[in-house]
């Protein structure tokens, strides 16, 4: 029964998505019962496995492919992490789509795919073998495909083309980097560290690079981001579920993976390849928030803010002290709460008020007092405000930049706080302290947008004020750093 | 009667009874030819697993007085590949071929001949000897001639004889490689001729022999009769045409190299061979990418495909040593030999229900279909799973081993030019993917049936599945697989 | 020079002979009548490797009429195609190879 | 001495085949090409196949080389008889620099070759087993019946290919060309006096096919032949693709040997086996069956597929 689970978890998502398919576009009741339904019995299956886990149970299954293509789920403390968040933020997103979408069309195709997403999102981190872990990521980026296309206009393609033509370069030179380390070590377990002494350093680190540029690409590290802001066009659903849900934390949660069980921290540090990676995710950290800066429409600031942001996780994983790696794995979860939140807001202001750029926002506080709440919530956290989430990431990253004797990240920390504060203040001001043009129509009388959006606000709220218990997410983090990264 | 004469009796006497019977009960006799043979197939196939392999001298002759032929696990996964891939082409047949639309010459002349390629199909890939080999890829050469030209229109009768041309030639050149293996060990069966003395002229014989079958493959540089001909057969020839027909000279080539005659195989031969498969993947590729009829595209990606094919022969035994596979260059060729039947058929049975219901196949006339007709561009998107190599497909699974292999072996040229190959597919099958996708109202069109809709996908369904459910057809290729396919040539 | 040497030489050459017309002529049924050139020549040389040994073996003798059968069913099939396409084009020769695209 | 002959008749041979491929015009080629083919069989006849050299004769020079005038009469008709011209001697020389290595190989090939003992010793004890007596017919329809088998198939496929040629529009008419016969000319008393001749020749050629050089595919051709003659001297009007009984006569001997084939598995005795008893009378059935498709079958080829002009 136990080894079931993972399975069963993977079928809540994927049952609802095969039916979804098929469902004629009239049939809403059944499509949501459907679509909420696996969401939640998804959720309650990782709560039942969540104590479980915590009592140090693990869960494994293998289904057998061809020999040597090692379909293994598994579920150990780092993929119950990432499986929680993305299935609670799913919840959440469903809610909000539902609502989002009321009558329009194509609703079948979208929501097929939409848990067709997630089940890739969850067989990610479900995977134990480097092989289902390519299966899933390659699923999860043909899956995003029809959502980034999904109103099938020009501007739409051309945003999923572009999405696509980073995508699957990425994914080759991915394949051939496995393919490459599979081919003197034999299939890679996360379970059972690879022995990689067969393999020559020079190889090693090209491999390194090549798993970096193929995973990264959906981390949207600088120079592979570029499709990220494209997607901006997609529906506000899909928006979150890109920036917070699922790709771009793949994307982040396959940099762990591969820093930590293909080639583990000491291999990392061997190879001199953990200061090139921390450099790089700095890069790209100041990098997008300068561009963020530039930005007059809120969907494009918020996605250079995931760039940045994203590469927090990133640059927690290359520094390797205790700190950096409780700070990025807690990052993970962090940053999903706070840009779903944000994600959410932009997309009630476009649906409600009709507002896409920043000199929309003005006066908007006070005429949608929950949005714009939320919506601070979401953006003070971002900037690392006291007490809420995306302080506790900053400082435990600082913290652990310091133990690795690399005092130079707090200098890009600090770089990076200013210009958070710099990109997102403007837009507090604008929604609190201006005064609104007097044509804007706004009301937020959609409790099924605004109940899920409070939701995830509260969750970034509250991820900070706990962050000592031992529930939260750095309390988790801490738990999977210690038990199976530091020892 | 076993199965195994079943596969190859009954699609004949289904041709032979559509060629006598008038109108109605001959399409009746067909149906029933294909529902049979459909059943034989998977029964031999059954039988192989669970009883090994069935031999059978025909006439009880034994070579090298008689001709043999036996069902190892190639040979039943391409039979039932054909099985699956004819039986939907049937399907589809039966209402785009219909007489009222087509007329009735087509609607005549269409069931015989397929059931033919059918049993041609089978036949070459049952039989042991090579003479008779001979005679059944003639037969398929004929039979893919004639559904070729069916369409009767000047490009296609020009493509027929470009087709009918490399074809002849291909295959006269492989008699003379029969001729001289005949000449030097009086045999023909392959069971015969594994144990034989290796002869001065068997090198020469395995050159003719190997050209002969790239000719007929369609392999660069023998590629140019393959787009014309494949693009301008009705969909439902095309998909055999371009998902089973190369197939079957394919695995002539590789019993000749893997079972007859791995001594002759040297290193310059081998990295020839792959260097034309090499240059197939990458000009079929490049040029599916400039054409601007769906059909074309298709069937520029088959002759990018069977380049991958070709990749196996330096590859083999690469690594096994290493590997907790045996011979995964081998199987990772049949796998994909498998996989892209599957997919391309589907992809052709896909584009012929657009071109029905708009007329054309150029790709701007694609616009809308995703939303008109979603099962079909499901269908053709799965396909473009398999075909650029993605997981979870079978193309996936056949990529992974090849690419393995070649690193393994030290020959990470063949590994990059698969990926770069996967690219470029993905790259010109995209085009048609974006326009179906595109918005376009398509309400005043008459649209095919759902159930018609639904072949093509169950079809790319089962090249997905060969990915999800590999261990199975892995296990049965390792039936009676050479030894050679594990130590390498 | 024994009867079979010579008759194995005659057939070489007319493969030899047959190709070069196979891919010279322009006009299609000059084509055709050069493929049953080939075919004729192997199965020369065939018979010649069968009549080697003295006692004349009866194998390459079926294989040769088989041969010559299928392909007389192969001209037929092109001759057909060959008129056929003329009909339609007007020409008996292929249109020039246009490249690939 | 019989070298020199021999030597003469290869010369002969090469010359004629050098002109079919070099010489001009397409009609001379053809007409070369049947020379060829009558000196072939002769040469047959030298490497003590007789069965080939009839084989050769009837199917390789006569059929094929009817189908070649006809072929050109229609090329004619539409004035696509005219040979574009050649390309330059330069452009041809790789091509024919590899045709003659192709030739050099085989040439090589054949001193190369070794010899193996031949008959094979197993062909040896099979044949009096076979239940007839000409080996090669044994090979053919015992020992090798799968190839012939298919080989009959070969033809059909053939034949429904080139239907496949006809246009739409005249699918339903009469095969061939219309063919208008002066009454009391030399072609309509020829077309009296041959059939009974021919029939006779083709009949004879079958029974004795048993024992002696000869066979399906030989008689049937001059059948077939008769059957042309016929229709060319207007005694038999071509069918039609609609009619029933002429369609089973082209699928009776292909279907008769399969049956035979079948019933051979369902008894046990294997696939195609025919029991030694009665493998004799039954090969004999066979290729009666054969031989009257095989007529129909090269008949048909010959007239071609329907075409324009039987409606009036």
Known sequence: MTGLLPILILLTSLVPAAITFFLAQESYRLRNALNLGGALMKVGLIVVMLFAVAGGASYETDIALAPGLVLLLRIDALALLFVSLSASLWLLTTIYAIAYFGKKAEQSRFFGFFSLCVFATTGIALSGSLISFFMFFELLTLSTWPLVAHKQNAASLKAARSYLSYALPCSTVLLVAIVWLESSTGPILFTDPPDLSGVDPVSLRVIFALFIIGVGMKAAIVPLHGWLPAAMVAPAPVSALLHAVAVVKAGAFGVIRVVYDVFGVDRVEELGVGVPLAALASVTIIWGSLRALQQTEIKKRLAYSTISQVSYILLGAALASPFAVVGGLAHLVHQGLMKITLFFCAGIYDERAGVRSIEGLNGLGWRMPWTSTCFSLGALGMIGLPPIAGFVSKIYLGIGGLQADAAWVLWVLGASTLLNAAYFLPLLYRLWYCEAAPDVEADETAPALVAPTVAAALAALLAGLLAASEISPLGWATLIAERDYLQ | MSALVAVLVAPLIGALSAVALPGRSGRIAAWVAIVTTLAAAVALAASVISQGMPRLAVGSWEPPVGIVLEADGLSIAMIVMTALVMTAAALTARHMLAGDTKGPRIAFGFWPLMLLLWAALNAVFLSR??????????????????????????????????????????????????????????????????????????????????????????????????????????????????????????????????????????????????????????????????????????????????????????????????????????????????????????????????????????LDEMEGLATAMPMTAFAFALSSITIVGLPPSGGFTAKYLVMTSAFAAGQWVWALVMACGGLLAAAYLYRPMAMVFRRADLSAFRLPSRAQQAVPLALAGAAIILGIASSGPFETLAIGRPQTAEAGL | MTGPTLYALTGAALVGIGFFGLISAQHLLRRVVAFNLIGSGLFVFLGAAGARSGASDPIPQALIITGIVVALSASALAIGLVVAHARASGRPTLPEEDGEA | MTLVLDLTLCALILAVALATVLGGGVFRAIVFFIVYGLLLSVAWVRLDAVDVALAEAAIGAGLTGVLFLSAFGKLSRIGAEAEPPAAGIRALLPAALACAGLTGALAWAWFALPVPERPAPDLATALPRAGIENPVTAVLLNFRAWDTLLESIVLLAALIGVWMLARDEDWHDRFGLPQHVRPGGVMANFGRLLPPVGVLVGVYLVYVGADRPGGAFQGGTVLAAVGLVAALAGLLRPPRVTQIVWRMGLVAGPLVFLIAGIVGAILGAGFLTLPEPIAGSAIFVIEIALVASIAVTLAFLVIGPPEQGHRE
């Open chain 2, 129 to 362: 000897d090579l003479f008779n080999l001979y005679v059944g890829i003639e037969l398929l050469s004929l039979a893919a001639i004639g559904l070729v030209a069916i369409e009767g229109k000047p490009e296609a009768l020009a493509a027929a004889i470009r087709y009918m041309i490399f074809a002849l030639a291909g295959s006269l050149l492989y008699l003379a490689g029969v001729v001289l293996v005949y000449g030097a060990h009086g045999a023909l069966d392959i069971g015969v001729l594994v144990g034989r003395e290796p002869a001065e002229t068997d090198g020469l014989a395995l050159a003719l022999m190997t050209v002969g079958l790239m000719s007929k493959t369609a392999l660069f540089p023998f590629h140019v009769w393959l787009p014309p001909a494949h693009g301008g057969a009705p969909a439902p020839a095309s998909a055999m045409l371009s998902a089973l027909v190369p197939k079957a000279s394919y695995v002539i080539l590789l019993r000749l190299w893997f079972d007859v005659m791995p001594d002759q195989a040297t290193d310059a031969a081998l990295t020839l061979v792959a260097t034309f498969g090499a240059a197939a993947v990458l000009w079929g590729s490049l040029a599916a990418l400039v054409q601007s009829r769906v059909k074309l595209i298709v069937a520029y990606s088959t002759v990018a495909q069977i380049g991958y094919l070709f990749l196996v022969f330096p590859l083999a035994g690469g690594g096994s040593e290493d590997q907790p596979w045996a011979a995964g260059a081998w199987n990772g060729a049949v796998f994909l030999a498998l996989s892209h039947g599957l997919a391309k058929a589907a992809m052709f049975l896909a584009v012929g229900q657009w071109m029905k219901v708009r007329g054309s196949d150029c």
